[in-house]
């Protein structure tokens, strides 16, 4: 009976597949059916539905890859999703003067405009961005801050355009409380979207185009730049992959999972930049920053290298840079002293794992474990940063 039963569901689950726009009709009162939609196409199923702050097992975003790809159908095909199975497409290889990848985007050339302009949300999305940030603190996805009595809403850095061919990066500020209401809940029908209650932002405002992306120009998200960077001994060739903790935006649960050395949304503070003269080093230094607050680093103590710009498709197309840092301090010390960093909440001490941890077999030997054990953001970083600094294959196209 079992092996019928289990017959039957591999039957249905492919016909469904294959039939994504059946619906099932519901008997109610009076006679009359319902016709209600099993999967429709070309849309990506609501990850979370209501205002619920009990809920904690959804998510507000999609993070299976191949679900994504069944929307943004245009890169199934490209070498991001099948090389590495990772969630990112119209990948940038770059380099800075002679380090970095030789084929890359010369970062040199490139010049940062500023447009004076605060990033706005368009009126409709203005309930569903009030309750996602107050979601996301009764969650404690967002800091309180002790000191000054508020919660943390770091100012950021929008990508509005990039215009290789001009050689020019746009950007305009923007706020983490931006990316919230948008990048961050992109497939939660918070109901606040429009008469319909299962409205998302992902099927019904940014909608892909031709199962592509929208382009930076005319995307409606606050597509903040993300920057991520993993360190690296050349002597020893040893790796810093820390293990992130469950408190970040989009992940769940309390296992953790192996990480880039560090990560974070581009913080920057406008009185310490002049906004008319700027040139690629300004996100250069916003990396250190994070280096610093996340690990206790000085950039004397490595050097930063640009490795790719690319677009991530769980939220949305959000910008991200990739960076190496390569420095000759011992990383096993470094993971040990990260403790004392500033940001060293989001970090799980390796020492605290149990041994019916699936992380723990591969505390030793990090970069030998599976994917599914690793942030999709983490193992994007360090298929990077491989391919760099070992001559590995690269998970993008290099021409």
């Not at 009976?1 to 009162?29: C, D, H, T």
């Not at 209401?181 to 992902?202: F, H, P």
């Not at 993300?226 to 935006?249: C, F, K, S």
Request: net charge negative; glycine share 6%.
């Amino acid at each position: 009976m079992k092996a019928v039963i289990g017959s039957i569901k591999r039957f249905w689950e492919r016909y469904k597949e294959e039939n994504q726009n059946i619906q099932l009709s519901v008997p109610i009162i009076g006679g009359f059916t319902a016709n209600i939609p099993l999967a429709e196409k070309g849309k990506i199923k609501p990850t979370k539905v209501g205002t619920d702050a009990l809920d904690q097992n959804s998510t507000f975003v999609e993070a299976n890859t191949a679900s994504l790809l069944k929307f943004y159908t245009k890169y199934e095909s490209e070498k991001e999703y099948k090389f590495c199975r990772a969630p990112y497409a119209e990948t940038i290889p770059l380099r800075k003067g002679l380090t970095g990848f030789p084929y890359g985007k010369n970062v040199d050339d490139l010049q940062i405009v500023f447009i004076d302009a605060k990033f706005s949300l368009p009126h409709y999305l203005l309930k569903h961005a009030e309750h996602a940030v107050e979601i996301f603190k009764k969650l404690k996805k967002i800091r309180f801050d002790e000191k000054t009595g508020e919660w943390q809403n770091d100012d950021a850095i929008r990508i509005t355009k990039l215009d290789l061919a001009e050689n020019k990066v746009y950007i305009q500020p923007a706020t983490y409380f931006d990316q919230i209401a948008t990048n961050l809940t992109l497939d939660w029908a918070s109901g606040l979207l429009g008469e319909d209650s299962l409205l998302t932002i992902r099927n019904y405002v940014e909608k892909h185009q031709d199962g592509q992306l929208p382009p930076l120009r005319s995307s409606i998200l606050a597509n903040t730049l993300g920057v991520a960077v993993v360190l690296i001994n050349p002597e020893t060739q040893d790796m810093l992959i820390p293990i992130r903790g469950n408190e970040q935006a989009i992940m769940h649960g309390a296992a953790g999972k192996f990480h880039c050395s560090a990560s974070g949304v581009f913080a920057w503070n406008e009185t310490d930049n002049d906004k008319h003269d700027l040139t690629f080093d300004f996100f250069i230094q916003g990396m250190a920053k994070e280096i610093e607050s996340e690990i206790g680093l000085k950039p004397e103590q490595y050097e930063l290298i640009p490795l790719a710009f690319t677009r991530e498709l769980v939220r949305g197309g959000k910008p991200q840079l990739f960076f190496v840092a390569k420095t000759n301090l011992d990383i096993k010390t470094i993971q040990s002293d990260m403790k004392f960093a500033e940001e060293s909440w989001e970090f799980i001490d390796q020492d605290s794992l149990t041994e019916d941890s699936p992380l723990y077999q591969y505390i030793q030997s990090p970069s030998n474990a599976p994917q599914e054990l690793f942030t999709y953001e983490g193992w994007m970083a360090i298929k990077i940063a491989a391919a760099y600094f070992y001559s590995t294959e690269p998970p993008f196209s290099t021409c």
